[in-house]
């Protein structure tokens, strides 16, 4: 790892005052999990300045808003998945944050870290050339694929590697982001960009921009949700597919239904067609196996990847009847 | 600094904690254990002479530090390196095997990537801390046990989750045990000794 | 012998315990020392460059650079390498050529990481850039790009015959042909190869996290030229080694020249993902088989073929064990071996060698042919099996010139079938299952030498009565250092809390190659009952005089005191008699006891019952029965850690570690654990594994022991494979089951319907 310069600014406005034009070159630092232990330890980022947000108050917690919880990007996720507020007005994401690693792993990341950190691509990782690198091409294309996407794939075909996101699209969720000149908000579905929006990167923040904070509507009243998450190892692991599921029923029938997919797609996946099989109907075997074909429907399976597409189909299925 | 002053102070260093006066020694100038009541929640300062440096006061098992680091240290190579507590092992320095566990401010962790600037002014454990004296904490007695390990590089963090455990939930079921200690790899597998281990551990220390 | 006397078992006062291991304190405070933690004044830091390419020539490489800079002590490149080969080993400590990518090509030692770390980046190197091969098949093709100026095969076929397998074909009633496929996996250890080396003049210590400081030592005297005298290598604390640290390596070399250049001691430890790159690792099969049987339920003929990839470099081991020749009674019995180097990382003897990659290939072909011919598989297998009496091959050749002795493979397979409730297995694979999940059970049979060998230990009594046993093997995880001692306060009288193991110090201990291939029980294991025999007789000849002058035969120690046989009151303690006699010292040196046509093999079977998820393609095991023949266990908990741990590793390869290479550039794109999935606490609950000791007794070991270090990894894969086809009738002879290929199967599956198991 290339030394750098360390700043631990005491407020927010001093944190974004630090930031710079360009991606890299300054960079902010959450629990650092990410950045800090993959990026900069393998070599694929040397940014001359760390400017650390962790420790800001002002990005920190879980507050109740209005029909809302709004939670600091800088708040620790298994704080998170422990909270009780969280438990009871989101629990999605409480049961998503929760398949994030290992305990130790959410004792030192952030949600705003979990949300923002880069692809998992072994080509990406591996410092290949690629398109994540500023190159042109993305070598999981013609080469290990298993892992990549089956959806929105193209030029890049990484996948979303963050769990809390699905989550937090499937619970309309927005962002609240600020700069030195101001603030904006973006809803969440709108803050993940695909390869073909923008190839390098997989948000929309612009490089003097901090994640500040997530404002979670409340689960609406009367929905159940689950969040499945299919790993090689039952831990520790990313997600092959997963599935965060929320349905509002009114005896037995599907009033409203969310589905957002992971590790399917370079972004979190709303699966609208699936949701829309869903409305109206009662929730049974035959529907939840509908919006299981409906989830995959226009999948284009890379070389190895196909076995994502069967896999897809079962783990949405299974998601909804479980809350039938 | 030139490279070769550095590298005499810390053979200086070296030498002077070989003594044994880690607790106590005022001697060296990087390292400077300091009273109880310093050290906590203090933010790391930038070296004078390089801003690619900082200072850095900690706690560790109780007793205070002030270290004097360059910034991609990570918090094991501070215990290991800086304090010689070798207890911490790193078996990928990547979050991937959790043999470098350690508490900081009582959450279980992967010291190896821990930046060294982020703890500073937090209270650390490590497995060093856990035995009083000659008398082994109630986890090490269980693991002593029923021999929950093989070849032991495993083991420092194993312990440290199963206390991260313990601490919160004293009387887990054996799943619950098994999660909790899933953030931990044994290549050797040891895996159904460090359950019994864990069960055994549970009891002791309510006893 | 005496040995004779305990095989009764009544009378063994410590073998047979549960105890703790005796450095289990050490171990649980983060007070023992492992090669890492290790700290000398004055040490550097090394590290080596590793190059980008798969495969190369240096043209040039120019270090002035990085020499220059202050702080940096020593650089060496291959111009500094001694030429002599590694053990077995066909490159140097550091080669004018790059093999494969993340091969070393320079080291570097400085005072601090940084420093070494710049340094690394200043060294210039100009290659010419050589075609390279990853598969063993396209490089054993002429026109390959060759690693070695003799080709890419190591040496000649290796071919074991016996009988004709192609008359033994036409003479089957039924022949089936396969192919079994393991790729090159990772096997290494959590703590990542490190070695420190000082130099005072011409001599040199090493400390090493190796199982074979005996090979390193030798490795390091033929390096520098020097006497054996002049070099010790230390291997206290090992954080395990699974076979990859018991070969010599490029490393300890590294370090030695670092040190001996820049005249200070260097450490030199690995990152993860250089162990995963450079250390021995396990080596890829492609497993051919053909297999005949006669009606009357009879193994007829076997014929394989198998290619071995190598990757760059390899050491002395490496291949197929004996699986196909001494696990059945077969008449005619062929086996071909290729060894091929291609541009992948360095391989090497890994827990069971080639065991594992033979025993999946050999235990589904068996189940495959059972299944062709509707034969139910462990009644096929006990048919089958070598058992005690049956004719075995002595040596390495295919000529059945021995006698099996003490083989209990039978009562493997029926003690676990018992266990698994056997009969619960689907009758037809696949069959009547309803709904997604689908259960079924399966078996695979493994064998392997019992281990052994020559083996040396000292053994000190201190006027005190205490002792110290030193020994140059190591304790890997293994437990040794508990057994051995064992083993001396049961043969000398004396309780084991008095007992402790100095191991893995070569210049303290009599020579010995190290630990691995199940050796150290039984081969350390009766050099510390002799030498504690004979600490024993002189104990009793010094205590006669101060019994009234009683004869050493009528003497008996117990619990660290001597007395008159039948008169208890009669007795003098041990501490008393040492005071008087002083240190008493005792050193033997055994070689394998010579047993004429007698062959002892140690074996074992494993039973799985498996979940396969038609939907999902995830497999779950959910009872798993390992049973083994390891003579007498000196240790039970020792012994369970061991028979479970091993396990665990072996069903670890039908989920991942796996090491895949991009076949455009040929470097490794998964070298970090969560990449290659190692197992965690909760991928194979440890509830569901059950280890069965089947009883049995040796008569080589000390007090009946075999060695059982290797052979709990063989059968995994294979008994996974044959339950996952029970479940659900899908045969797998790829490792690891992937989710692809097990929904691929399963959809094939369907498309072909009619196809009976
Ligand atoms: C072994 C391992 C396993 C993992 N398993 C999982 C898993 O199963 N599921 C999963 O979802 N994740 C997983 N992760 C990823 C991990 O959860 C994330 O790395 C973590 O949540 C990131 O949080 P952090 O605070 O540490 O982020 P950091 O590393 O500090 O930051 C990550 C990125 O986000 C940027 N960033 C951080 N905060 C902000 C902000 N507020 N505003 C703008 N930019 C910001 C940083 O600049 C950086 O680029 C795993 C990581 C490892 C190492
Ligand atoms: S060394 Fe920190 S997790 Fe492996
Ligand atoms: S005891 Fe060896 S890794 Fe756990």
Redesign the interface.
Known sequence: ??????S?PATLKEATAQLGKEHGKIAI?AG??DI???EM?DNLLAPER?V?I??LKELQGIRQGTGSLRIGASTLL?DIVESPVVQKQAPLLAMAAGKI?????R??GTLGGNLCQRPRCWYYRNNYPCYKHGGNACFSAIGENDQHAILLGGPSFIVHPSDSAPALVALGASARIVSGTGERTVPLDKFFVTPRENVRRENVLLPNEILAEIDVPNAPAGSKAIYVKEMVR???DFALCSVAAMVTLKDGVVQDARIVLGGVAPVPYRAVKAEAALKGKTLDEASATAAGLAAVDGARPLSKNAYKIPLTQAVVKRALLSLA | M???D??KL??SR??FL?GGALATGALSSTLIPLGPAEGADR??E?TDLD??R?KIELKVNGVAYRVDV???TTLATLL?EEL????????????????C?VHVNG????S????A??AAGTEVL???G??KGDT?HPI?QA??????????????GQ?M?TK?LLDRNPQPT?DEA??????????????????ESVMTASRLSRA | MGQQANRSGGSLKVLGKRL??LD???????????V??I?I??MLVGRALRSAQTHARIVSIDTSKAEAL??VKAVVTYKDAPKVALWGHRGYVLNDRVRFRGEAVAGVAA??A??AEKALKLIAIQYEVLPFVIDPEEAMKATASKLFEDGNQEGQARILTRGDVAKGFTESDKVIERMYHCPTMWS?????RCAIAQWDGDRLTLWASTQAPGRNQDNLCALFNLPDANVRVIAS????G?GTKSANHMDEGLTALLARKARRPVKLQY??EEEILDSNTRFETKFYAKVGVKKDMSLHSLDVRCITNLGAYHTRLGGLGNHCTHVYRIPNVRTEQYRVHTNIPNTGPTRGVGDPQECFGLESLIDEIATEMGWEPLEFRLKNIKRTGDPIARGGAGTEDGRLVTQVLDKCLEEGAARIQWSRRNATPGAGQTGPKMRGIGVAATERGGGGGQGGTTIKVFKDGSVVLFFASTD????TRTTLPMIAAETMGVPVSSVRAVSGDTELAPYEGGSFGNRTLQGTGRAVEAASRECLRQILAAAGPMLNNAAPADLEMQDGVIRVKGQPDRNVALSAVMVRRGNIVATSITNQPQTGMDVERTSGAHFAEVEVDRETGKVQVLKYIAAHDLGRPMNL??V???L??????GL?LTQGEEMRFDPRTGACLNA???DLK?????D????M?EAIVVENESILGPYGAKGLGENPTHPGMAAIANAIFNAAGIRLREVPFTRADILKALSEQQTTPGRTA
């Not at chain 2, 098994?178 to 359950?195: F, M, T, V």
Request: aromatic residues 8%; hydrophobic residues 30%; glycine residues 10%.
């Open positions: 790892m290339e030394n750098f310069s360390y631990r630092m650092g999990t800090y232990g993959g330890k760390l650390h962790k420790h298994s690693g290992t305990l130790q792993i004792n030192m039952e831990v520790w | 030139a490279n070769d550095r590298e810390s053979v070296r030498a070989k933010a790391p930038a801003p690619r900082s360059p910034n991609t290991r010689h507590l070798t207890g911490t092992k790193v078996g990928c320095d990547r979050m991937q095997c959790g043999a566990t959450r279980s962790v992967y190896c990537t821990v930046p600037v982020d490590t497995i060093e856990l035995a082994l090490q693991f002593v046990e029923h021999s929950g390990f093989q070849c032991g590089f495993c083991t420092s312990i989750s991260a054996e098994r999660q909790a200690l899933s953030g931990n790899l044994c290549r050797c597998s040891a895996y159904k000794k460090i359950l | 703790p291991n289990a304190v050490e171990r649980v405070t983060g007070r023992a020392k492992y890492g933690d700290d004044p004055g202050p702080g005072v601090d940084e420093t290494g250890s959590l703590e990542p604390y090992v954080g395990s699974f990152s993860r890997i995880g293994t437990g908990t020792i369970e850690n061991q479970e741990g091993g396990t665990i590793q670890a970090n654990f969560l190692p197992p965690t606490a909760l194979f609950d440890p509830r594994l």
